[in-house]
């Protein structure tokens, strides 16, 4: 009878789309509108996840050896609907055999409305990572100031990231970059060494020989990679290795 009383006060108050909801019969307004309301006036508590996480992460914790400074536990998922049990709750391993990195815990409530849960649990590892200390603009000759570092888990970081950022200093972004995303090596590219148009000193190496002539850049070149370069001397068009600013080197064959 209380009960039916509460309803009838809240859907007198109810929202006018609610009211109507209900002549039409559809249940989703209903519950969103009453089943909080009805919970609370029933007794109903759920059960804290918190405490259920740290429950099964110290069970978890008897079955490993200990963490390292970069290891951490992820537990979960864990529902979030169960009613509070009035009884402490016992934490057990599901099954002795379980996998190096990972268990599954059981949580059992042992009460008149009892109730268990599995929650898996598993290790994962930690790495300092680099990120963008800001928006970062295509062709960039990034400097420290540019970088910064986090400790991220290992399970979401890109291929190719990077965990130093001496590893990204003097390199050039080869595409935008936005502020707080990872660096990855697909996203830089060595400063050019030599650029299109620019003079250059051509060395070759002659029979232990080393000869240098005056040359002038065809193309822009990346530190050792090829370029190709006109000998001014000859005016020959040939190719090189670029191998410092201004310095291309002239494989003989």
């Given at each position: ?50 405490q259920l996480e ?8 008897l079955q490993f050896?200990?963490?390292t400074e970069r ?183």
């Amino acid at each position: 009878m209380a009960r039916r009383l509460l309803v009838n006060s809240i859907m007198q108050s109810a929202p006018k789309f609610c009211r109507a909801a209900r002549l039409r019969r559809q249940a989703l307004c209903w519950c969103v509108t009453l089943l909080p309301l009805l919970a609370a006036a029933e007794g109903f508590e759920r059960q804290d996840v918190k405490q259920l996480e740290a429950l099964a992460k110290t069970e978890a914790a008897l079955q490993f050896p200990p963490l390292t400074e970069r290891q951490r536990f992820l537990v979960g998922p864990i529902d979030t609907q169960l009613q509070k049990c009035q009884r402490p709750i016992r934490p057990m391993v599901a099954s002795a055999m379980h996998m190096r990195d990972r268990v599954t815990i059981e949580l059992i409530c042992e009460e008149a409305k009892s109730w268990h849960i599995y929650v898996p649990v598993r290790i994962i590892g930690t790495s300092p990572v680099v990120v963008a200390a800001h928006a970062i603009v295509a062709g960039t000759v990034l400097k420290a100031a540019d970088l910064k570092v986090e400790e991220r888990d290992l399970s979401e970081l890109p291929l190719g990231f990077l965990d130093d950022p001496a590893i990204a200093v003097g390199l050039t972004a080869s595409r935008p970059i936005a502020g707080g995303a990872y660096l990855t090596n697909q996203q830089l590219m060595a400063a050019k060494a030599v650029q299109r148009g620019q003079s250059v000193t051509l060395i070759a190496d002659a029979g232990g020989v080393s000869v240098r002539m005056a040359g002038r850049a065809l193309s822009d070149g990346l530190m050792n990679q090829r370029v190709r370069v006109q000998n001014l001397s000859s005016g020959k068009v040939i190719e090189g290795i670029a191998r410092s600013e201004q310095v291309v080197e002239i494989i003989l064959q």
